[in-house]
């Protein structure tokens, strides 16, 4: 048991140092030099207090919508959906941010709220479809992010705003906003989201691991109809699950709406947060502790890829591929153990 | 003296258990030669590595004298191993052909000749009487005609060595017989047999000699002539195992169960329970018997809240539970021991520690205002495993790890110890070796002792005459009569289980 | 606009819109069919895309012609070999199959991407100018009304999608290997007991996903945008995905699938055209895609099982 | 592993080198579009080159530098990194900025902000906004002028306030010349869906439009390709594609069945952000930073017009391109923006 512990905590190590070790490979091949391309990501990603500050306001939505993908996964659902979730989200919080002024206490909070009930309506529906019609939920998700871009599009033009692209900035009683970050970190854009997020993982953690809904959610995702004979409701669980992985998306997208941009705009595309999340939740395991470890180095590559072509002149794709590489080597963890296994009994 | 087979000195283990150690199994060529164990005692292995599924640790197989290294199925096949699997390898999508000729398919073209194929599958299945439907769908065949097509796909691939392991558990009484009378068929046309079969009835019927195993080791072969059911049973347990269900005689008090003019449909909308009326007392086991297909799971699922029911009553205690949603029903006081474990009894990739709360795990003291108390759950797990003697090593360990009959046991314990006022036990032994099986109808006894009603669905005759103090026969959706079992035979409910009554009332 | 009119807009839209998503779903029929989920197939259409157009730029010169048909076999080839990333991963190594089709999908993007800032030293290539030619299909097209709507002014590779959806049919209902492959997906070890290799059908399946997703990419990228850049593919491969689930892993369904969501994009573009609904909000006709793919399921295509297996690595002897 | 290290306050402000302090150092950061995007980045990027070629600066932190956007979250930062490499005057590209600009600017007092295509009203921020609907003004009016069969077609990428200035200013240039002739206007409801740009353009030019004017990013490319497509299907039909922000004569290239080469690009509307980035760098170097000012680029400062490949537009629609050129910058004609 114990061996296996350890194991669990370092096969991601593992991917991680293997992907890294992958990309300087791939840098050298190309004719970049992986030292002063990694000098730069690492730069880019903790260098001063600047660049911390931004690494924690990139991984807050990360972690939420990590937290969003892996609770309806270890529930037996996978929701391609949280970008749209976090579309609509986004969307709510700023408009609760700029429909009333209220005091901080009660503004913020519902800001958050409204979110999350957006990303959980969101949710609802393909829950909805799946446990009353049987309707894959896959489908359904990806069709419901087209239409919160759309919608929402529309909205922010003709509801938000007098034809225009951009909304009023939210209320300062609306935002997330810390002076006293902004002055620890140089005036980067971290915020007192990042408490959120942390919430957000300890309810994820408490709730599937520690109550009795958890119990039943986890039971309904490996086997309906064992769930259906102790007398669970089957169907109520299945849209449950979908809508507080919806709200847990919500919420990201409020992270982006009342934290990092305060405004909301018209948007040509996707965010990239939802599918981001979802390989956030699978290197971490789709465990909210690994999760938080997933997001913090996700975060800190994406952060830190912005400095590589400038300080490097490596292209910031060279991230993504390293990011893909420690998700292929962290998904192969069985050849890894295999490997450890093997270098245990030899050492023995 | 010739072996078809001898496999000598097997050694396999699975991470932190030996399965098979130092086993040694020789069958004659034209022989029925039964393997007898524990639930868990290592013969499903044995024959996975005859069969090539696994690699053994250690020891050697010689097939016709020849020794042979079996690192596949493919190489059984060709050497003339044919298996009949314990848990059927059937694609339940397919047709009975295509389950049959797959991997072997006659080609017209490039395609498979399904034609040439049905007609290859009716001359064997004619030839050896075992009689499919080649364009049925599997899904929708009974459990028999599913047996005969894992015969047939032996037989098709040429088999002269075929491994039965467990056939007769899912089968009833009446396919039972045919099976056995597959069985001499096949060694009439010069074929050897493996049989694995907790049924020490059965060995002493058909089998030439028996080699029995006990928790991985090998204990010996005797010859059946030579033995008796009682020897086997002490060879394989260890102990002396008593047949006869000691009881008293029951002393049945109030109605708990009442059902009246229940009629139940099945998901095609045939209705599969037709106007019953039966009813269930304190301090009473009612056994039901029949043949499979005639009402008995939508009867059970109709009791239990997992099927609608269209029209009539069920009441518990004289409270109306029609159509109540499991868990009120649950709550009411009903245990449910049901007829497939893997999918309803069991969250498989739960531990088995949080499976033994699976209906209860929402109240006191599991848990409280909506959250867990993980170690009350498995005080409670380890008490319930230590006291039905489930063998697992630990409370974490997840469901799906444990054997079968370990898992029943689990079931049982969790079901029994909610002291329900009706306890349904459907098929409770299915698969479990003699052992398990004694323990377990000492429990059901227990409970109606204690006054509780329990309802006992089961194929084998034996275990309905057995266990129950009154027999209700189900035809067609209907309870064609009600038997006494000390004053019946088997012959007669086998005649009532296949409709005599209701013809002759007919007429 | 008459009725008629409309429909010689539909129809031909469904088809060049379907004709990547039909190559694309058919090859996600094969891997999910032998027990290998694909959300990989995204990335995959991007290989796909990405060689297509390198191809192209780099041999119109050579091949003149038959460049883009060379290209897409390039494509094919590419994203196959690329499929065997996912192949290992979830093959071999046993990894979770999502996990690794999203792997692949990010890496897909960040090294088509990589390759081609370091190939064209910006963000996306030159534009091809050898691509496919609109045609009429003779006989079929001077049928009169069907001829115009079906037979005029489409792609060959649409045409070509359709047929091979009916050779995938064959091949998967008809073929020992189709038979095989189902096995696999259904009951590995019911398969693995009659002596069928199933981490040979399983590679073979995901192989097959990868070349077909080539294509896809590739006729994409050669009709469509013509270049290759970060936009070029953006989310195709999901809706891909889509028409397999939607036409319930069928090779027949997923074309059905792909052709509605080609008919939905092009009734949504019509729309706009129609004079009494040009006064309602363009969102409606932006979203009536994906709300008609929503209503089509509930409505009457409803619940479907996908292959037993799906999702499972196989591992000999496991309970 | 990325906890640890959070101790390195006082490391971090060293970060930022001064300077050559005679030097004037210039910056940009690109929308998500990126540096390269044949488009209005691209431009923008030559500008500041021009800009710096002409003052003998090196590209680089101490000359003129540009940072690209992976996504809208990088813009803020990607501005910040700039500012904090002390850069005196830095261009946020792109209305998609308007915000980060903002932000930056109340944070960086003392560093020199211009928005591109965006109004910011700050003291320490010049915004560049260009007369859009005057160029597709004159390119309605080459519509207008050249279509055969009256009827004309719009795509848009996303519905927003830049873009309707685009449709506005065709539909008023078109009927300004042509009263009978209609024009059909869709939106794809992104700049990135190629494959619904070539729907839309099949749609148009099937029920009878011959010219199509795109203000649709990548979407555009799909117009082209279905333009290229119809004309090599049937060579004598004449249809045509109106291209944006640069010259997109190349985009128009074609070969029919036979090998011969053709072009299908009527005009352009072109927006020469780089004529007024390089102008806005020069005025800042002299001393002159417009804070605080809305500059707006039209046709009277060479930044908005048509493109020069002109040889589809016969000379009578050239005369009138000059003559509504001439309207517009005397004030005769004013185009309308929404
Ligand atoms: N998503 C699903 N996929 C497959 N089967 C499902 C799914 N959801 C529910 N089922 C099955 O549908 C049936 C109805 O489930 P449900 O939980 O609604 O039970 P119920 O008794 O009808 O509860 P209630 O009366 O409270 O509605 C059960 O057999 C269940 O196993
Ligand atoms: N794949 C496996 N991995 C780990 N342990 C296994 C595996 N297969 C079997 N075992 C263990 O090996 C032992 C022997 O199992 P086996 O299935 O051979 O028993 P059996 O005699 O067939 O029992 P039964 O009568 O219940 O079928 C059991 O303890 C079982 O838990
Ligand atoms: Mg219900
Ligand atoms: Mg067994």
Redesign the pocket.
Known sequence: MNLNRYMNLLIPVIAVILGILCGAIIMLVSGYNPIAGYNALWYGMFGDSYYIGETVRQLTPYILTGLAVAFAYRTGLFNIGVEGQVIVGWFAAVWVGVAFELPAFIHLPLAIIVAALAGALWGFVPGLLKARFKVHEVIVTIMMNYIALHVTNYLIRNVLTDNSDTSEKVYPSASLRSEFFENITDYSRMHNGIFIALIAAFIMWFLLEKTTKGFELRAVGFNHDAAHYAGMNVNRNIILSMVISGAFAGVAGAMEGLGTFEYVSVKSGFTGIGFDGIAVALIGGNAAIGILFSAALFGGLKVGALNMPSEAGVPNELVEIIIALIIFFVASSYFIRWILLRFKKEGK | MNYVIEMLNIRKE????I??DNITLQVKKGEIHALL??????????M?VLFGLYQPEKGEIRVNGKKVNITNPNIANDLGIGMVH?HFMLVNTFTVTENIILGNEPKKGISVSIKEAEKQVKEISERYGLAVDPTAKVSDISVGMQQRVEILKTLYRGAEILIF??PTAVLTPQEIKELIQILKTLIKEGKSIIL?T?KLKEIMEVCDRVTV?RK?EGIGTVDVANTNPNELASLMVGREVSFKTDKTTAKPKDDVLTITDLIVKDNRQVPMVNSLTLSVRSGEIVGIAGVDGNGQSELIEAITGLRKVASGTIKLNNKEITNMHPRKITETGVGHIPQDRHKHGLVLDFPIGENMVLQTYYKQPFSKIGVLNFKTIYDKAKSLIKEFDV?TPSTSTLAR??????QQKAIIGREVDRNPDLLIAAQPTR???VGAIEFIHSRLIEQRDNGKAVLLISFELDEIINVSDRIAVIYEGEIVDIVDPKQTTEQELGLLMAGSKRQKEGN | MSILQALEIIIPTALFVAAPLIFTALGGVFSERSGVVNIGLEGLMIIGAFVGIVFNLQFDDILGKATPWFAILAAMVAAALFSLLHAVASITFKADQVVSGVAINFLALGLSLFLVKNIYEKGQTDRISTSFNKMDIPLLSDIPVIGKIFFSGGYITSYLAIILAVIVWYVIYKTPFGLRLRSVGEHPMAADTMGINVTRMRYIGVLLSGAFAGIGGAVYATIISRDFSHATISGQGFMALAAVIFGKWHPLGAMGAALFFGLAQGLSIIGGTIPFLKDIPSVYLLILPYVLTILALTGFIGRADSPKALGTPYEK??? | GCGGGNNDEGAGSEGGKEAADDQFTVAMVTDVGGVDDKSFNQSAWEGLQAFGEENGLEKGTDGYDYSQSQSDADYVTNLNTLARKNFDLIYGIGYLLQPAVEEIAEQQKDTHFAIVDSVVEKPNVASITFKEHQGSYLVGVVAGLTTKTNKVGFVGGVEGDLIKKFEVGFVEGVKAVNPDATVDVQYAGAFDAADKGKAIASSMYGSGADIIYHAAGGTGNGVFSEAIDLKVQDPDRELWVIGVDKDQHEEGNGKTKDGEEFNITLTSMVKRVDVAVQDLSEKAKAGEFPGGEVIEYGIEEEAIGISPSDEHLSEEVKAKVKEYEEKIVNGEIEVPTK
């Not at chain 2, 164990?37 to 044995?46: H, I, Q, V, W």
């Not at chain 2, 790890?401 to 370990?406: D, H, K, T």
Request: proline share 3%; net charge neutral.
């Open positions: 699975f991470p932190g258990i399965a098979n164990g524990e639930n868990g005692a290592g013969k499903s292995t044995l996975n314990q392991d467990e694995i907790h195993i991985g063998r790890a444990l054997s079968g009959g370990n698969g479990l070796d | 002897g496991k309970r």
